[in-house]
């Protein structure tokens, strides 16, 4: 087989497997347009006869989508802030003063991410309790997630560090900076990539954070939109085209964010890659 011919057939697996994992994300939106005949037809269709537009709007309104996508936003930027704050220090120790415990200590860490929340939240819950947090719902759960998301942070931002000469800081304290300002003026601008694409995956995260906020925050003004989500669920649900709706308003930002940076995202994952 020649190099075009393999090139071909990659393409045209690369495009099947994609097809497959977008299939989903093409069905949350038509089903969202589609009235109850059409949903449940058979066989279905894949685009709505007579598009129903207002369920957006109505979905909007009687579910106040509003509130809890700003609450949300306010739990997925306190998080990222808190780990961004303590996470980039960290990560910039551990860039500089290397030995194999700080490798031993690290991957141990990193190993916690595989625990899901679900088994996390009872402990989490009982100590938050113990200390008053829980007055503090919200708090509670950046917390919560700030503590989560932590290592995948310092991990990531540890590599950019770790791509930057240590010749530049030594050079700039040469020339009057103290240890804080090489890092600030120096170190920190040329890793401003790698930190930015980490916090936004870590906001990404927090955004669609579920089983903290249902488990901590019982105020209904207060629950994000992952939780105003899981309202709609019951035994005898059957408006699919309003939870499709809903989840369509939810997630559409996001995956916009995505697409608009995704070319800084792969740059900022790749940057500790190579010196």
């Known amino acids: 087989m020649s190099d075009t011919s393999r090139d071909r057939l990659m393409l045209v697996v690369a495009l ?13 939106y038509v089903t969202a347009l589609k009235s109850g005949s059409d ?20 979905v909007w309104e009687s579910r106040n989508m509003g509130r809890y996508l ?6 997925a930027t306190g998080a990222v802030t808190l780990v961004a704050v303590l996470g980039t220090g960290c990560a910039y120790v551990l860039a500089r003063y290397r030995s194999v415990w700080v490798d031993i200590g690290l991957f141990l860490i990193l190993m916690l991410q595989v625990l899901p929340a679900s088994l996390m939240i009872t402990p989490i819950f009982v100590g938050f309790t113990q200390m008053g947090l ?8 950046v917390l919560a997630i700030a503590a989560k998301s932590m290592p995948f942070f310092v991990v990531l931002v540890r ?28 170190v920190l601008p040329l890793a401003r990539n790698g930190i930015l694409v980490s916090a936004i995956l870590i906001f990404m995260q927090a955004f669609g954070e579920f089983v903290y906020s249902k488990s901590i925050i019982q105020d ?32 559409t930002p996001i995956l916009a964010i995505f697409v608009l940076l995704q070319r800084r995202i792969v740059s900022g994952l790749t940057s500790g890659a190579l010196k």
């Open 159 to 186: 590599a950019t560090f770790m791509a930057v000469p240590v010749e530049l800081e030594e050079a700039a304290q040469v020339d009057g900076n103290s240890r804080i300002g090489a890092f600030v003026n120096i």
């Open 220 to 251: 209904v003004s207060l629950q994000p939109a992952s939780v105003g989500l899981n309202s709609f669920m019951g035994p005898n649900t059957s408006e699919w085209n309003n939870i499709m709706a809903y989840a369509t308003l939810y997630v």
């Open 39 to 58: 949903m449940f037809a058979s066989p279905p269709s894949f685009w709505p006869t007579s598009p129903s537009w207002g369920t957006f709007a109505y």
């Open 134 to 141: 829980l007055e503090y719902p919200r708090f509670a759960v």
């Open 70 to 75: 700003w609450n949300s936003i306010v739990i």
């Open 16 to 28: 099947a497997m994609a097809a497959i994992y977008l299939f989903p994300l093409y069905w949350m």
